[in-house]
């Protein structure tokens, strides 16, 4: 779902990355309030699951019957074991290395996709439908449904942004009920495979490690150092065998683009802001589309990097 500058206008840009950045200094300050002893455990978790989503986003998967693949968010996940908020910094800081390192979505549009992935999924979609669902006390089974539904509700939202971002910006030729009709059914299926997996890790999770999850009934903590080590561990292999395995189909939004437009060409309207942010984003971008064989490897230690530098910022409040 990362969005290309080709599809907003540099007012929409400006807009949209604004919200972000306050949305990234509000995140900030509210965990820089949590108690200390919480933040010092929370900030090694962060940068362990930050690089399990990066990983994980690596891996698409063909949805079957379309033509089309998906890759997970992750922001459901992260907000189930780190808050709303830690989720959301996480999950922004997944998004951010992507965008520079490897052009995995537009500098104009990074805003954007922050908004569309990590704030909808870990600051709405969380708090309104999973929460409420599983009520700290629900059993397994409930969690596992809160996940898929949750994670359902988050894709479909932020297919809903990105159309809403396209059209307000008008500089495509996408015709906004058309557009809206292919990103919604495909999303659909995409926040179904990613719920089945969150449902997974999480079910598994409230059954064996309640206390990883932040909105589960409280236990006692136990140490965490095997099972971060674990996670480091799967990040890692995930990361280095994503290039070979994953699918080459296009994802939900490119699909979307290609059906809504029969296969004609995109008419946009590049400004002096559109060629700014490519030439800047070309000389950021030393692994563009994740070319480079270590790539995934790159990404997952750009990725904690990036975490710990943002949550230096939390540890100074």
């Known amino acids: 779902m990362h969005m290309s500058d080709t599809l907003i206008s540099p007012a929409v840009a400006a807009v949209t990355s604004l919200a972000a950045v306050a949305l990234v200094a509000v995140a900030v300050r509210r965990i820089g309030r949590a108690d200390r002893l919480a933040t010092t455990r929370l900030i090694p978790l962060m940068g362990v699951m930050g690089a399990l989503v990066f990983a994980a986003q690596m891996l698409n998967f063909s949805i079957p019957g379309t033509g089309s693949s998906g890759h997970i968010v992750g922001g459901v996940l992260l907000a189930a074991v780190l808050g709303e908020w830690a989720g959301f910094l996480t999950l922004t800081s997944v998004i951010v290395v992507q965008c520079l390192l490897f052009a995995d979505g537009g500098l104009m549009t990074l805003g954007c996709n922050i908004l569309n992935m990590a704030a909808l999924s870990c600051l709405v979609a969380y708090p309104l439908i999973f929460k409420p669902l599983v009520r700290g006390n629900g059993s397994t089974a409930r969690w596992a449904a809160a996940s ?33 009709a292919f990103m919604l059914p495909i999303h659909l299926l995409v ?79 590049q400004t002096l802001a559109h060629r700014s942010a490519s030439a800047l984003q070309r000389t950021t971008a030393l692994m563009p589309d994740y070319e480079a064989s270590m790539a995934g490897l790159v990404g997952v230690g750009a990725t904690v990097a990036l975490v710990f530098a943002l949550t230096r910022l939390v540890r100074r409040r």
Do not use: C, H
């Open 148 to 180: 898929v539904a949750t994670s359902i509700v988050a894709l479909e939202m932020g297919a809903m942004g990105v159309t809403i971002e396209s059209e307000l910006s008008g500089i495509t030729a996408l015709p906004y009920g058309r557009f809206l």
């Open 191 to 269: 926040g179904l495979g990613e719920g089945l997996a969150t449902a997974a890790i999480v079910a598994s999770l409230r059954r064996f490690r309640a206390d990883l999850l932040v909105d589960a009934t409280p236990t006692k903590p136990r140490p965490r150092g095997a099972i971060m080590a674990a996670t480091v561990v799967v990040a890692l292999v995930a990361a280095s065998v994503a290039g070979s395995i994953a699918s080459s189909q296009p994802d939900g939004l490119e699909w979307s683009v290609e059906r809504t437009t029969e296969g004609a060409e995109i008419t946009d309207n």
